[in-house]
C-alpha cells in the first residue's frame, strides 16, 4: 500500500505535459491520505509527513497556490467538524460532480490551453472549472437525483 502511495506522490515528478492526471495524483493522494486517517488506517504523525511530502511535490510542479490549497482542504476535512451546512451540501452534489468536472474539463481545456501560463492564471482557471462544474452539479442533482430519491421511496416490496 505504501509502495503505491509513494508512486502515486512522485509520480508528478516525471509529468512532461501539465493538466494530466499523472500531474494531479499527489493531490489525489491528498485525498487518499484523509480518508485513511479519518478510518483510522493511518495515525496522525503518518498523515500530516505524508500531507507535507504530496505539498512540496504539487509546489515544486504546480506552485504554491495549488499545494497550499490541497493541503489546507484535507487538514481541514481532518480537524474540522464535518456536520456543517456547506460540507452536507457539498456531499449532496459530489456525485454529480464527479460525472461533470471531467466533462467540462475536457470541453474548455482547449481555451485553457491558450491562456497565459502561471501559477495565478492556473488556479482562476481550476477555480473557474470547479464553479462551473459545481453549478451543473448542483442542476443535475435537483433535477434528476431528488425526483430520482422521491419516486424510490416510494416504492414498496411485498414480502413473500
Keep these: 500500500r505504501w509502495a503505491c502511495m509513494a508512486a502515486l506522490i512522485l509520480l508528478p515528478l516525471l509529468a512532461d505535459q501539465f493538466r494530466t492526471v499523472q500531474m494531479f495524483s499527489a493531490l489525489f493522494a491528498m485525498g487518499i491520505l484523509t480518508c485513511q486517517r479519518l478510518n483510522g488506517r493511518i495515525g496522525a504523525v503518518v498523515h500530516a509527513l505524508s500531507l507535507l511530502a504530496c505539498g512540496l511535490v504539487t ?15 484535507a487538514a481541514a476535512i481532518t480537524t474540522l467538524p464535518l456536520h456543517h451546512r456547506v460540507l452536507e451540501w457539498l456531499g449532496t452534489v459530489s456525485y454529480p460532480f464527479y460525472l461533470f468536472h471531467v466533462v467540462v474539463a475536457g470541453l474548455l481545456m482547449p481555451w485553457l490551453a491558450r491562456m497565459p501560463r502561471g501559477s495565478w492564471q492556473d488556479t482562476a482557471a481550476v477555480l473557474g472549472l470547479f464553479a462551473i462544474s459545481l453549478g ?8 434528476v437525483e431528488r425526483p430520482s430519491m422521491r419516486w424510490s421511496s416510494a416504492v414498496r416490496y411485498r414480502r413473500d
Excluded at 59 to 73: E, F, H, I, K, S
Design 59 to 73: 509546489w515544486r510542479v504546480m506552485g504554491w497556490p495549488q499545494a497550499l490549497t490541497g493541503v489546507a482542504t
Design 136 to 143: 451543473l452539479s448542483w442542476g443535475l442533482h435537483r433535477v
